[in-house]
């Protein structure tokens, strides 16, 4: 007698509640819960309801912007190229241009919020690197981060309004600061620091802290920079398969078809 009696208290409680205004805020719902009772007719006790649906079939908009690793400024966007490699755990923040055949490895951060970084065909920029952009380079050269064709970025380098023009090798754990420009045909040892506004001239090899002029390049070494370059992107195709697509061309797509007035 007891349990059925609780039972009929527990169903009539459960008729007559309702979703507040606070836990809708909460939950991000605009329209109240229909909640659902299973009952079974051959017990003497119904059951707990498990499930609580909405009244209509409209998914929940959650936003993941805190979540997402590709992230827009304003109107800045990252545009990645369709068969660019970038690692799932890279930061792309603002005016970041990832150009065909490159790759940005593990736990890269590339922030463009002050000026344009661009990572330029065939190039790659390796585990840890940190690129960024001031409002203004001291020598009156670009302030944006330009790293052209050909290009490795040795593992846990900064780099910093510079530019590096094609076919350029720099080390491991090196500094670029601003306004510096190394020429096609360098290679910075690793461990490096250039100070701002120094240039590497090309065809030569420096190194040290402030880097200073080492020798100069052999022909067969310089021959060995673009090789390297193929090198690292031939193993970043093997990496396509675990990982979705990064590419951002399907907003150009986008544009196109209203453009032409074709739905999308």
Request: proline residues 6%.
């Amino acid at each position: 007698m007891a349990t059925s009696l609780a039972a009929r208290l527990t169903r009539k409680t459960l008729k007559s509640a309702t979703i507040g205004p606070l836990t809708q805020s909460i939950f991000g719902l605009t329209r109240p819960f229909s909640t659902a009772v299973a009952t079974d007719s051959s017990s003497s006790s119904s059951k707990i309801p498990t499930t609580i649906t909405r009244d209509n079939d409209e998914r929940l908009k959650w936003d993941y912007r805190g979540q997402r690793q590709v992230i827009p400024l304003g109107q800045w966007l990252p545009t990645i190229a369709v068969d660019a490699y970038v690692a799932p755990n890279v930061v792309l923040a603002g005016q970041v241009t990832v150009c065909d055949g490159s790759s940005v490895w593990s736990g890269s951060v590339l922030r463009g919020d002050l000026n344009k970084i661009t990572v330029g065909f065939c190039s790659n920029v390796q585990e840890r690197c940190v690129l960024h952009a001031a409002w203004s380079s001291p020598t009156g050269l670009p302030a944006e981060t330009l790293i052209e064709r050909f290009v490795t970025i040795g593992a846990y380098s900064l780099l910093r309004s510079c530019t590096i023009e094609p076919e350029c090798i720099i080390g491991q754990h090196s500094i670029l600061m601003e306004g510096s420009l190394v020429e096609t045909h360098s290679i910075l040892e690793a461990g490096s620091v250039l100070p701002p506004g120094r240039r590497i001239p090309s065809g030569e090899l420096w190194a040290g802290n402030p880097a200073r002029y080492v020798r100069t390049l052999t022909h067969e070494e310089i021959l060995e920079i673009p090789k390297l370059a193929v090198a690292i992107n031939d193993l970043s195709k093997t990496h396509f398969s675990e990982f979705l697509p990064y590419s951002t061309v399907y907003l150009e797509v986008e544009k196109l078809k209203k453009t032409f007035g074709i739905p999308i």
